[in-house]
């Protein structure tokens, strides 16, 4: 039971997380038909500006300014990187997110180098939020939960009720009605290519001191939010929201659970006897890789993804 | 000597597997970030089966094995091949990735198959030469890679003269018309994938002999990205335009990695330039001077090319500098000072940075001025051959 | 050959959400015959199509090509069984040459499936085959020329070529000469009249010279229905017809 709640708590934590990054990259996708590479070099991004800027001028300020940051670095990116190689298609396109992405990693081991940076907590957002019989769940992860929370409540709000967000909403489901309808195609572009960056350095500013910061998070964090585009659906942002929870929560369940294949086998009833390595593999090991069986699944027996409207 | 041979025969890996790499990108039109899947599991397998020969005492070809690594290629992308190739497009990238990343993190999962950490490793000197050739010496090595690549060339390029290669452009030029032809889009990028399987899994056998080490680095996202940066850089509009990326980035990659710590920034820089201003790789660039060249017009465009040179030298060196004083300042390296050429620089002073960020403007600037009287030039040449007779 | 007709159609429907485009189209087609279908903007005419050619799936009612009911097989299932179409947005393949365009083709019906120990230059009966074709589209000067950068009356030439070459027995033309000068569409109307003999000819078309001078029946589509059929000079006096699309539309079609 506690277990359980507490896992159930640290994956809400972590599939909100995932949601702020997949959520500006589905939008991404589904409205331009760029499957951006570097979307994950932003969240790097934010979390190495907020130690930077942290270590200048504290945390709060960091935290305010570093997600602005970094969509400004996605709408120059949009502006003269992207809009460039659309002219050469969409392989350009990936192909230039592609380099970006490499090229983002070498940048900061260029600038921070190689090693993990100390990219903290606060001291007043340390310690401990309640204790569940006699685990303790600390301030910071609440704290995440809320900001992920907020900015996804801004974000529907956004969506739902400014002129802008009608047009991006219709976009999803219709991109090429955007053109016809005479907006202004290219400025939302970037917006909304600036937005999504702005969320994934948000996800970094937070994700960051509560994970690691390192030059290896992007590449650590980048597939798995493909996989989350993907299980989620094309042009969806709710499956998108669905998938990131449930790969968050998955993840720290198999994560926890020590029981190897052949004891999951027993609780169906199946006694395997055998001692192959494949059946003695523990869930613990197979976390890593099991946002790709999902994926891998969901494209046999479901193409669409969970909710996607198009295929 | 050895040092020539053993970058010879990386060259000769690679070249096969940028060759396998191009069946997908350029003939299919399948974008794949995943493909080192194929070259790590024919590596894998080959060294497995030369370890399981010899400690069964069984006769050993060296010179067969590579066939081996191609045929685990071959199956593998038959197994992959089916759900990646449902979609083309984005989804296809997305889901070469997936798998990618999928195999890669199992090699840490299963030990007793990759190895762990440390590989797995083998001998390729069996003591069983046919004629003495017991493959102990580098350029006995050197030859049977060379001679892999030579037969993985015919084939690779007889591949393309075939119905299923033409096919291939077909269905990555318009795949909805291919199956008003009667033709199965899927079917078709399916038989390309579990082909450039087979290629990238020679590939990786001949790699396993050459180190006789295979680590779960052979089946990374590092390589799957490396063997993108070469066909791309070559250009994969053309058949040779791989082999060109595979032998430039291969030669690069130990030149410019022995001059400076920066050399994978550099490679980004320049594979991002290629993307945005020319995307046919340099096999395109050769592809369009040669008809201007044959036309007698290439003297109308050089003028314009050295006026653009002049600005484009010092945007590189102000970048250049601008890295490597980068690179010195950061926390791996102590010394700040260094020579770019003949200029000494410090990164520790205002004025080196300063020198380096006028010189990329300056050069950004006249850069900009100079593109258009390239472009102007050859718009004059594009006119003059259209008029001329075909 | 049988007896049966070459195309039957009925209770064709296809709706998308709530727009229903085609509400029951029943038609039947001779082996032979060259049939027009004309109606106006937005009557259902390149839908109808779709779902012939399984480009769409219908919705409801069935297909049937020479007396074998195909409704739910896919495109190329459809094209193996003797359908063939065109589109009316040029649909090529364009950074092949002109003749591997049609060489690719004719390839499954003559039986080289997915092929990759052949080699197409030594394939004598493709290179011939897609050589007759090229013949008959007339462009033979054009043999190497990548398709996407001919002309657009050669890409529509181009266009039907590829239709044609794999010898289906049934061809769907959708708007043929769409787009064309007069002099070009008269081209283009000889050059159907050569390449469709003794196939049976179902053709979308808005230009009326082009629709009488070539058609053996009409059949007229309004509304996802088919309104009349029935020979040019039945349709020309056809009241109904009057009424419904022609005396509207006839005088500046």
Redesign the interface.
């Known amino acids: 039971m506690e277990f359980t709640l507490i896992s159930l708590l640290n994956g809400v934590t972590y599939g909100l997380l995932l949601f702020m990054l997949c959520g500006g990259l589905t939008l991404i ?1 589904s409205m331009m ?3 951006n590479f570097a979307h994950a070099s932003f969240y790097m991004l934010g979390a190495y500006l907020a130690f930077q800027l942290s270590a200048w001028l504290g945390f709060w300020p960091a935290f305010f300014l570093a997600p602005p940051l970094v969509g400004v670095a996605g709408a120059l990116v949009e502006r003269y ?1 992207l809009r ?2 659309h002219r ?1 298609g ?3 396109e ?3 997110t ?3 992405s ?2 983002a990693v ?2 900061v ?7 993990v940076v100390d990219y903290r907590v606060p001291p007043s957002l340390e310690g401990t939020l309640f204790t569940l019989y006699s685990t303790s769940f600390p301030v910071y992860k609440g704290f995440m939960m809320l900001v992920s929370v907020g900015m996804l409540a801004l974000l529907a709000a956004l969506l739902a009720y400014t002129r802008t967000g009608l047009i991006i909403k219709a976009a999803l489901s219709r991109p090429d009605m955007m053109q016809a309808l005479g907006h202004d195609v290219p400025r939302i572009f970037t917006l909304v290519f600036a937005g999504g960056a702005a969320l994934a350095g948000l996800a970094g500013v937070i994700g960051g001191n509560a994970f690691v910061t390192e030059p290896g998070m992007a ?1 650590a964090v980048g ?1 798995i939010v ?2 989350v ?2 299980v989620g659906g094309l042009g969806s942002l709710l499956g998108a929201f669905v998938a990131s929870l449930l790969i968050g929560i998955l993840q720290t369940f198999m994560v926890g659970w020590d029981y190897s294949i052949i004891d999951v086998a027993r609780l169906f009833g199946m006694q395997l006897h055998s001692t192959s ?2 059946t003695r ?1 523990s869930l613990t ?2 976390a ?2 099991m ?3 999902l ?2 699944a969901i ?2 027996f479901r ?1 669409r993804g969970l909710m996607g409207a198009r295929s | 000597m050895s040092f020539v041979l053993s970058l010879l025969s990386r060259i000769g890996i690679m070249t096969i597997f940028a060759l396998s790499y191009n069946m997908l ?1 350029g003939q299919t ?1 399948l ?1 794949s ?1 995943g493909h080192a899947v194929y070259f790590g599991l024919g590596s894998f397998a080959t060294l497995h089966l030369l370890n399981a020969l010899v400690a069964h005492g069984l006769p050993v070809s060296i010179t067969l094995l590579p066939l081996f690594g191609g045929l685990a290629g071959l199956a593998f992308g038959l197994l992959f091949g089916f ?1 990646t190739t ?2 083309a ?3 296809f ?3 070469s ?3 990618g ?2 195999v890669a ?2 090699s ?3 030990p ?2 990759f190895g762990g950490e440390g590989g797995i490793t083998g001998n390729r000197v069996t003591g069983r030469g046919l004629f003495g050739i017991d493959y102990g010496t580098p350029l006995q090595m050197y030859c049977l890679i060379a001679a892999w690549a030579a037969l993985c060339l015919l084939l690779t390029y ?2 393309t ?7 291939a ?2 269905v ?3 795949p ?2 291919v ?6 889009p899927h ?2 990028r399916y ?1 390309m994938v579990a ?1 450039a399987g087979f290629f990238a899994g020679i590939a990786g056998g001949l790699s396993a002999l050459q180190y006789e080490i295979v680590t779960a680095e052979a089946l990374s ?1 590092h390589l799957s ?1 490396l063997v ?1 940066l070469m066909a ?1 850089v070559g250009g994969t509009g053309t058949f040779y335009g791989p082999l060109i990326g595979a032998a430039l980035v291969t030669v690069l990659q130990v030149a410019v990695a022995s001059v400076t710590p ?1 050399w ?2 550099y490679f ?2 320049v ?2 330039l290629i ?2 201003y020319a ?1 046919g790789g340099i096999a395109g660039l050769l592809v369009q001077h040669k008809a201007v060249w044959q036309a007698g017009l290439l003297r109308r465009l050089l003028p314009a090319y050295l006026v653009a040179a002049l600005p484009g030298a010092a945007v590189l060196l102000g970048t250049v500098a601008v ?1 490597e004083m ?2 010195a300042r ?3 390296r102590g010394d700040a000072r260094l020579h770019l050429l003949f200029l000494p620089l410090d990164a520790r002073s205002a004025v080196s940075w300063v020198l380096a960020a006028a010189a990329i403007a300056a050069g950004i600037l006249l850069l900009k001025i100079a593109s258009k009287q390239v472009a102007e030039r050859w718009e004059s040449v594009h006119a003059a051959l259209a008029e001329a007779p075909r | 050959m049988s007896a049966a007709p070459a195309l039957r159609l009925s209770g064709l429907c296809k709706s998308f959400g709530n727009a229903v485009i085609l509400k029951g189209v029943e038609l039947t087609i001779a082996k032979g015959e060259r049939h027009a279908i004309i109606g106006p903007n937005g009557a259902g005419k390149s839908t109808l199509f779709d779902v012939i ?1 399984a ?1 769409l799936p219908a919705s409801s009612g069935s297909v049937a090509l020479n007396g074998e009911d195909v409704s739910g097989l ?3 299932a459809i ?2 069984r003797g359908l ?2 065109s ?1 009316q947005i040029t ?6 040459t002109v003749f ?1 365009n049609l ?3 004719v ?3 003559l039986g ?10 030594r ?1 004598r009966d493709a290179r011939e085959r897609a050589g007759e074709v090229l013949e008959q589209i007339g462009l033979q000067r054009r043999r190497e020329t990548l398709a996407g950068v001919l002309s657009y009356a050669e890409q529509r030439a181009l266009e039907i070529g ?2 044609i ?2 010898g289906a027995s049934v061809l769907l033309l959708d708007e043929p000469t769409s787009g064309m000068s007069r002099s070009e569409s008269d081209e283009a109307v000889a050059l159907i009249r050569k390449v469709t003999a003794g196939k049976t000819l179902v053709m979308v078309e808005h230009d009326m010279s082009v629709v009488f001078g070539l058609a053996d029946r009409i059949s007229v589509l309004v509304y996802g229905q088919i309104l009349a059929t029935g020979t040019p000079a039945e349709i020309r006096a056809s009241a109904v017809v009057q009424e419904a699309y022609l005396g509207k539309s006839f005088t500046h079609a």
């Open positions: 996708f038909g760029i499957l990187g460039r190689a050469h969409h392989v350009a990936l192909l230039f592609f380099g970006l490499f090229l070498e940048m081991q260029l600038v921070w180098g190689k090693a590449a597939p493909f996989v585009v993907v390595a494949l593999l090991q197979l890593p890789i946002p790709y069986l994926m891998v494209l046999i193409p | 990108l039109g974008l970030f759900f449902r979609r497009g984005t989804t990238a997305m889901i990735l997936g798998i990343e999928m993190s199992s840490l999962m299963f007793a198959f007889g591949l003269q075939t119905p299923l290669g033409r096919l452009n077909a990555r030029d318009n909805e018309r199956e008003f032809i009667g033709y199965s079917s078709i038989r082909l996202d990205g993108i791309f920066a994978p920034f980004g820089l594979f991002l993307v945005l995307p890295v980068a690179y950061g926390p791996e | 050619s480009r896919g495109p190329l094209h193996r063939s179409r589109f649909n090529i393949f364009p950074s092949l591997d060489r690719c083709s390839l499954w019906s080289y499936r997915y092929s990759f120990w052949n080699r197409l230059a394939l590829i239709t070459a794999g």
